[in-house]
């Protein structure tokens, strides 16, 4: 038996999955990976440049994935590693790589930008105050898990 709450998950659940094939037929558009799409969206996000951290944080991708792609982005010249101190790295856009995210994820961002703009400030602030708050409590749930 479903009860209204669980036909709500299934909503939100069918929705994320939506948007997120949304997002994969981008990158196909693109001619890159999904992985790569994301990593090239976060350092755009960041400025150009990303504690490599950071981009395993934002991005939600394994260590192992984020590593595999960033070896193959620095292969092709599109990102350089810099160290910032100790251990820590900082993943950096080279000149042909602010050319490629400039062809592909900043046309995505610029997208997001529009949608946003299309929105009532009063919606974009409670569709961002309700997606952080189910982050958290969902974080704190999963924290709890044994």
Do not use: P
Request: charge should be negative; include cysteine.
């Amino acid at each position: 038996m479903k009860t209204e709450s669980s036909n709500n998950l299934k909503r939100y659940n069918n929705l994320i999955g939506e948007i997120e094939s949304v997002y994969h037929d981008v990158s196909l558009k693109f001619g890159i990976s999904d992985s790569v799409s994301k990593i090239i969206y976060t350092i755009c996000d960041n400025g150009g440049k990303c504690l490599l951290g950071e981009v395993r944080r934002l991005t939600g991708l394994s260590k192992q994935t984020v590593n595999s792609a960033i070896r193959n982005l620095e292969k092709e010249d599109v990102v350089y590693l810099k160290a910032v101190d100790g251990k820590t790295k900082e993943v950096c856009f080279t000149q042909k790589g602010c050319e490629f995210a400039e062809k592909t994820a900043m046309r995505l961002i610029r997208i997001e930008n529009e949608i946003f703009d299309s929105w009532d400030a009063e919606d974009v602030e409670t569709y961002l105050r309700l997606t952080d708050r189910f982050l958290m409590c969902l974080t704190d749930k999963a924290d709890g898990l044994q």
